[in-house]
């Protein structure tokens, strides 16, 4: 579901496009206004970080030429916070109770809730590893091959009715 990206702002996109097949906790019987309610809003949550930390890096690549360890930091603070809000998501998903239509779904998600929990972790680390601007351009890369866990694709149904989630699973 990742992409590999070509600019640090796209790394940072790819990592919120996890989302869709991250977190999650099993079972059925929940009510389904409030579960698309909670996936929509944790989408939209993502998808509005990932628009802000875009918008804030098309800065940082005036600040590469001037002062290049200035658009290191700038681009390793936006990309964690990015990732806060990520790891943050995917609890507000794994605290969701699915309906029983997509409990498999859920089930699914949950199953992958702690490889997404490590993967996170794993991705601030490289993050964190940055020393060059060079650097930067390839940790999409690296970023690339951390593994989100294996889940399930969202089913259709709930993509239609959580529009901020069909946008990041595109």
Known sequence: MLLRPTTAAAAA???ALGVAGCGGSDGGGGNEADYVKTYNAACK???DAVA???ADAQGLQTKATSDPQAAIDGFKTLTVKLLDTFGTQIQVMADAKAPDKWSDFQKSLKDNASASKDAVAKAKSE???IKTIQEVGTIGTKLDAIEFGKSKDMPDDLK???PAC???AK
Do not use: G, P, Y
């Open 160 to 162: 239609k009715k959580a």
């Open 52 to 54: 802000s930390m875009q």
């Open 13 to 15: 996109a790819c990592i």
């Open 166 to 168: 069909a946008t990041l």
């Open 127 to 129: 993050i964190e590893k």
């Open 45 to 47: 949550t993502v998808t």
